[in-house]
């Protein structure tokens, strides 16, 4: 398969990870998709390169292009290079919008760009690209005239206007026009760079171009061809566009004729909305077609983890199926006037890693749906998913990579990008962590023992940046002071294969990279390959001092059979082996993997036998903090919380009901004899006014006043001056009141549902008891 995939022009390094993450139907189905043509360059030199380097760019020989009509000698259309340096130099964000020459014609209007500083009231269009597809520009900010025309007429402009309803020229935000290029301004470059975080994540909608999908026809493709195409876009595989499609609220992607936003528009039964499905011609798999929905289901949800939607989305991925569907040719039709379910839930609906494995098949719980900010167990996930996504991907900057990184783990890039090592950069995101991945220990890519200033250090588990060793949510880690505290307790399932912590009775002999141990249960001997060849020294050097050293493996030793099972050696400082050992003290010394040897190789050599500790004991790993420092803020996240959706959800609903309560009652009271206006009565009915229209005047003053207070609040967080400090005082109050609140519409939610279920037990009673036939 991986030669078709090849003959197709599909990178080897996609094929690799694809490979790892779907079945062998949609395998099938994607190699099918030829992906010939659309670029001038091909993966002929991605096989021997660590990651893809097709889409990678010679900035010095750069060339923006020009559309396909174009005869290629239009005039250069630039931005106000100085009015978008004074803004950025005050804090601000340039914003671009194109406006025609009136006294220009119609069939030849003259363009112009103008700038403008973002508002928070300003509604605006990130246009997110792959540099190696030409619309960049190294030297100037600005673009081709021929790229300005086609994003004001035709499908572009009509696309800007859908995108933001409003009167006035549709505002955008580029890299090539907005972030400056000039060698005298490098400092403002690098704050804009910096500010990307808040640019998307502020935008009303990211405008995806590709030029693979610019030339696909979204019109005549399957609902499923369109899905995979933009799952599998060169945008999909590079570092820079997983930090903007995953900050973005909303991900358009714009082909040949048609922008499709598959989040929002479909979902995993198909659309959404059943109208705008057959108006966009959107064909679905037959109802009938199971391995055809398998293969868009598994798209989707390969689809909807990789830009996060879980943390951001209010939409479900799988949302109720209306009962009402219907096949029609291929498309889901609506019948009954039935507008299709978009299921409600909050911004945040986040797996935690303790309890994950007793969750749903999403790895949701309904308490996610009310989550006010992230906690350490999302913060968990949040990094595990940052760092797989990463491993994959490419950027022809790597000194940005820590800039993406710190924007995807809600750091301030700034502060980050302070620090003067890419070393310590990651050291700082690493230790301000509550929670890590025991996975960490596997990791065989670049660290902190490679750095000069490294020797002596028990930090050598930390890594530079995210490499090709797959993490893992479980097991978990603490971090405390100086110590790091495995727990495999967390999230603990019956079903679930655990780490082993295994003692080495007697020293390794190091032969080259391995030695060999033997498992006293089985006689079984195992082969364990020490990777960091180049820190052989520092391990004989530690061989030579330490008194015993520990194996810790991620599954248990009787997997080790087919496949290696991976691994981390460590030196033991809790001294010599006790009977009963209840608590073991290590420091990482290098990742290892594991595998069954045949016992018929040559095993003159004296070969350790290793003890199995008791998974109650306690095994802390050693590690040096960071001296006099604080951790790093972390911007505040835009979800339940800054937007007051508790707050107006809670208030109003209730006070609603509260205050009809309280007519009734008074009308009650009136209507019983002498019908006097008692106290009672003037309680109630100033109960009423107070709870009815009090509760809409108050949700009108939070909706014009206090919501865009707060929204200016949350965009101060992007700022590098943002520290921890501003969560306090009032604004503290506020968040804590939110969740106060958020608790309140959990025990509502679930009170409602209990209402519901019990109900739905009544009707089911009743029509068993009517489908019952006397005898």
Request: charged share 20%; glycine share 6%; net charge positive.
């Amino acid at each position: 398969m991986k030669e078709i995939f090849l003959t197709q022009g599909w990178c080897p390094h996609q094929i690799r990870r694809l490979q790892q993450v779907y079945t062998l139907e949609t395998l099938t189905y994607l190699s099918s998709l030829d992906r010939r043509g659309f670029r001038p360059n091909n993966h002929d030199g991605c096989a021997t390169a660590a990651r893809c380097i097709a889409n990678n760019v010679d900035m010095k020989n750069y060339n923006t292009a020009h559309t396909p009509s174009c005869s290629k000698d239009c005039s250069t259309l630039a931005v106000d290079y100085a009015a978008v340096v004074a803004i950025i130099r005050d804090g601000g964000v340039p914003l671009v919008s194109i406006h025609v020459d009136p006294a220009s014609g119609v069939l030849e209007p003259v363009f112009h760009l103008r700038v403008r500083p973002r508002l928070p009231s300003t509604r605006y269009t990130v246009l997110s690209h792959v540099w190696f597809d030409g619309l960049g520009n190294p030297s100037a900010n600005a673009l081709p005239s021929c790229q300005v025309h086609w994003r004001w007429t035709g499908r572009a402009k009509a696309l800007f206007f859908i995108l933001n309803a409003s009167p006035q020229p549709p505002v955008f935000w580029m890299d090539t026009l907005c972030i400056p290029v000039g060698d005298s301004e490098k400092s403002l470059r690098k704050t804009a760079i910096n500010q990307m975080a808040s640019i998307y994540a502020a935008a009303v909608q990211e405008l995806v171009l590709d030029s693979e999908l610019l030339q696909c026809n979204a019109r005549v493709s399957t609902a499923t061809e369109s899905l995979a195409r933009m799952a599998c876009s060169a945008w999909m595989t590079r570092s820079w566009t997983l930090q903007e499609g995953v900050l973005a609220r909303e991900c358009v992607f714009q082909f040949e004729n048609h922008a499709i936003d598959p989040v929002h528009e479909w979902c995993l039964h198909g659309p959404r909305d059943p109208y705008r499905a057959v108006t966009h011609k959107a064909v679905f798999p037959d109802v009938e077609d199971v391995a055809g929905w398998s293969i868009y289901k598994e798209l989707y949800n390969n689809f909807w983890d990789t830009l996060h939607q879980d943390w951001k989305s209010r939409f479900r991925r799988d949302p109720p199926t209306p009962a009402a569907y219907k096949a029609d040719g291929g498309a889901l039709v609506s019948i009954g006037g039935f507008r299709g379910s978009q299921a409600v839930g909050k911004v945040h609906t986040l797996p935690a890693a303790e309890g994950l494995l007793k969750r749903g098949k999403s790895g949701l719980d309904k308490k996610d749906h009310f989550t006010m900010d992230l906690g350490d167990e999302h913060r968990l996930k949040q990094l595990v998913d940052t760092w797989n996504e990463l491993a994959h991907r490419s950027t022809t900057m790597p000194e940005d990579l820590h800039v993406i990184i710190a924007n995807l783990l809600d750091f301030n890039a700034d502060r980050v990008m302070e620090i003067a090592t890419r070393a310590e950069r990651m050291r700082a995101m690493i230790l301000g962590f509550k929670l890590l991945p025991v996975s960490l220990f596997w990791n065989t890519g670049s660290k902190w023992r490679d750095e000069p200033h490294s020797l002596g250090s028990c930090n050598g588990w930390i890594p530079v940046e995210p490499s090709k060793s797959k993490l893992t949510l479980l097991p978990v880690m603490r971090v405390t002071p100086q110590w790091l505290h495995l727990d495999f307790e967390i999230g603990r399932d019956d079903n679930a294969t655990m780490p082993q912590v295994l003692l080495l009775q007697t020293k390794p002999a190091i032969d080259t990279t391995t030695f060999m141990f033997m498992d006293p249960r089985s006689r079984v001997h195992y082969g364990v390959t020490l990777y960091e060849d180049q820190h052989r020294a520092e391990l004989e050097e530690r061989i030579a001092i330490d008194t015993s050293f520990c194996l810790i493996i991620e599954t248990p030793l009787q997997l080790a059979v087919d496949y290696a099972t991976r691994g981390a050696m460590y030196s033991r400082l809790s001294g010599p082996l006790e009977d009963q050992i209840k608590e073991v003290q290590l420091i990482y010394c290098f990742p290892i993997d594991i595998r069954r040897i045949n016992t018929a190789l040559d095993i003159s050599k004296h070969v350790p036998q290793v003890e199995y500790l008791p998974p109650s004991t306690k095994v802390l790993v050693k590690y040096d903090p960071i001296d006099n420092s604080k951790p790093l803020p972390r911007r505040l996240n835009n979800g339940p919380s800054l937007q007051g959706a508790v707050a107006v959800i809670i208030l109003a609903p209730l006070s609603a009901v509260a205050a009809v309560g309280c007519l009734f009652a008074f009308v009650a009271i009136i209507a019983q004899p002498p019908h006097t206006f008692s106290s009672s009565a003037r309680g109630l009915l100033i109960a009423f006014f107070a709870l009815g229209p009090g509760a809409g005047i108050l949700g009108l003053v939070w909706l014009l006043f206090m919501m865009p207070f707060i929204y200016r609040k949350w965009l101060l967080s992007f700022n590098s001056n943002w520290a921890d400090s501003d969560r306090k005082g009032w604004w503290g109050k506020y968040v804590r009141m939110e969740k106060k609140l958020g608790r309140v519409e959990l025990g509502v939610f679930e009170w409602v549902e209990n209402i519901v279920k019990r109900w739905k037990l009544t009707v089911a009673h009743r029509r068993r008891n009517e489908t019952i036939i006397p005898a």
